[in-house]
C-alpha cells in the first residue's frame, strides 16, 4: 500500500511537471502559431467596435493556447501511460458505450462490448429470434437461392478472458437463441464460428487485435476457409481448394503499427499497438472493384491484382507505409461490386456484412464471378428489392454477436 502511494505521488508529481512545461513551452517553441491567433483576435477587435472586447480578447487567448498547446498530439499517449503506470484497469470517456476497459489478457475492450447496456437498439431474447425469422422469410420468398449465415465470434469470451470486478459480461444466451431459431430452417446453412473454434481447439488468444475491437486478419482468414469448405461440400459449388489454401497465399506483417478503435481512445502507451498482416494471393488475379458512399458522391472504381483493387490504397514501397483493417475493400459503406475477370466459376454472390464482414468478403471475391457487398446500415435500396434484382446465387450474411442483437442490422426495408 506504502509503495502504491509513492508511485501515485511520483506521477502526480510528474504530471504537474509536465503541466508546467507546457504552460512555459508553449509561447516559447509555438510563438508563430500563438501570435497569429491573438493577432487575428487584436484585428477583429479594431474592425468590429460593437463585439464585447473583454469577452473577445479572454476567447481569442483561450483559443490561441489551446489550439497550439505543446504536445497537443500526444496528450491521448502521456494519458494513457499514467494510466498505466498507476495499473488502471479502466479509462472512462465521455461519450456513451466508448469506455475501455483492460482483460487480464492485456487486450482493450469497449464496456459496451462485454455488458448489457450496449445501447438503445439492442434487443432481447425475443428480439433476437424476431431477427432470425426475417431472414428465414426472406430465404422462403427466394427458394432457388442458397442462404448462409455465418456467425463471428466475439472478441470477449468469459471462458478465456477475466475482466476487472464489476465488469458483467456479455451475454451469449441471445445468440444462442437466435441461431437456435435459424436452424429451425433447413434451408439455411449455419456456420458457427464459435463452434469452429472449439471443435478445432484454435488458440484464441490470437483471433483479435489487441486494440481493436475486430478480429485480426489472420482469423478473418481462416473465416474465409471455413465458408468455402462450406459453401463447396453443402451447395456443391465447384470451388478449387488450392484457391483457398494458405500455401499459395502471400503475408507480409507490419509491425506495431496498427492502433485500433479501442487503442485511439487509450494511446498507444496504454497497451501499446498492434501487429497486422496483409494477406494477398500468390496466383494471378484481375479484378475491377467499384464502389461509393454518400460522402464521396461519386463512383470509385479500382482495377489490378488483388493488391491493386480489393485492396484499398495499399502501397508497400512507400516510406512507413501503415496498413489498417479497412485496407481491405474500403471501409463500412452501402454497397461494393467486385468483378472476378479470371473466375474459375459463373458463380455470383451477395454478402451482407457488419464490420466483420469486410476482410472476409475481400477473400471470397477470390472465388466468384461476382462478389457484392452490402451494409443495411447504409443501403438505401431494400433487401428484399436487392436480392430481386440482383438474383444472385448464394445470400450470405456474415455477422458479429453485436450485430445480431440490433436492429439496425436486420432493417430489411433500406435506408431511403
Not at 27 to 39: D, F, H, T, W
Not at 253 to 279: E, N
Not at 408 to 415: K, L, P, S, V
Request: charged share 30%; aromatic share 14%; with cysteine.
Amino acid at each position: 500500500m506504502g509503495k502504491d502511494n509513492k508511485n501515485n505521488k511520483i506521477i502526480t508529481y510528474a504530471f504537474l511537471i509536465l503541466l508546467f512545461a507546457v504552460f512555459v513551452l508553449t509561447p516559447i517553441l509555438n510563438y508563430r502559431a500563438v501570435g497569429s491567433e491573438l493577432l487575428k483576435t487584436y484585428r477583429s477587435l479594431q474592425d468590429d467596435k460593437t463585439k464585447d472586447k473583454p469577452k473577445t480578447l479572454i476567447n481569442g487567448i483561450e483559443n490561441a493556447w489551446s489550439s497550439n498547446l505543446f504536445l497537443q498530439e500526444k496528450y491521448v499517449d502521456l494519458f494513457g501511460l499514467t494510466q498505466r503506470m498507476m495499473n488502471k484497469s479502466m479509462i472512462y470517456d465521455a461519450e456513451k458505450g466508448k469506455t475501455v476497459v483492460k482483460g487480464d489478457d492485456g487486450k482493450l475492450y469497449f464496456v459496451s462490448d462485454v455488458t448489457d447496456i450496449s445501447g438503445e437498439d439492442k434487443l432481447d431474447n425475443e428480439g433476437v429470434i424476431k431477427n432470425a425469422e426475417k431472414i428465414i422469410a426472406l430465404a422462403n420468398v427466394y427458394s432457388d437461392i442458397d442462404f448462409v449465415f455465418v456467425q463471428a465470434p466475439f472478441k470477449y469470451d468469459e471462458r478465456f478472458i477475466n475482466l476487472p470486478n464489476g465488469i458483467v459480461p456479455f451475454r451469449n444466451e441471445p445468440i444462442d437463441y437466435f441461431i437456435e431459431r435459424l436452424s429451425q430452417e433447413e434451408r439455411i446453412d449455419i456456420i458457427d464460428l464459435r463452434k469452429k473454434i472449439e471443435e478445432q481447439n484454435k488458440d484464441y488468444s490470437t483471433f483479435f487485435f489487441k486494440t481493436d475491437h475486430h478480429w485480426t486478419i489472420g482469423t478473418a482468414f481462416w473465416a474465409y476457409q471455413m465458408v468455402a469448405e462450406d459453401m463447396k461440400e453443402k451447395f456443391g459449388y465447384d470451388i478449387d481448394d488450392d484457391y483457398y489454401d494458405s500455401s499459395n497465399w502471400e503475408t507480409v506483417t507490419y509491425r506495431s503499427c496498427f492502433l485500433g478503435s479501442q487503442g485511439t481512445r487509450t494511446g498507444a502507451l496504454y497497451a501499446g499497438k498492434d501487429d497486422i498482416d496483409i494477406i494477398y494471393p500468390k496466383y494471378d488475379t484481375s479484378f475491377i472493384k467499384t464502389y461509393s458512399t454518400k460522402n464521396l458522391g461519386e463512383k470509385i472504381t479500382r482495377q489490378g491484382a488483388f493488391e491493386e483493387s480489393v485492396l484499398e490504397n495499399y502501397n508497400p514501397e512507400k516510406t512507413f507505409y501503415k496498413p489498417t483493417y479497412n485496407t481491405y475493400l474500403y471501409s463500412d459503406c452501402d454497397e461494393i461490386v467486385v468483378e472476378n475477370k479470371l473466375s474459375a466459376t459463373d458463380k455470383k454472390i451477395l454478402v451482407v456484412k457488419d464490420s466483420f464482414g469486410i476482410p472476409v468478403s475481400a477473400f471470397l471475391t477470390t472465388l466468384f464471378e461476382e462478389t457484392r457487398i452490402v451494409d443495411l446500415r447504409y443501403l438505401e435500396t431494400g433487401l428484399d428489392e436487392y436480392i430481386g434484382e440482383y438474383s444472385p446465387d448464394a445470400v450470405i450474411f456474415i455477422y458479429n454477436p453485436g450485430a445480431v442483437t440490433s436492429a439496425a442490422f436486420f432493417d430489411f426495408e433500406g435506408q431511403k
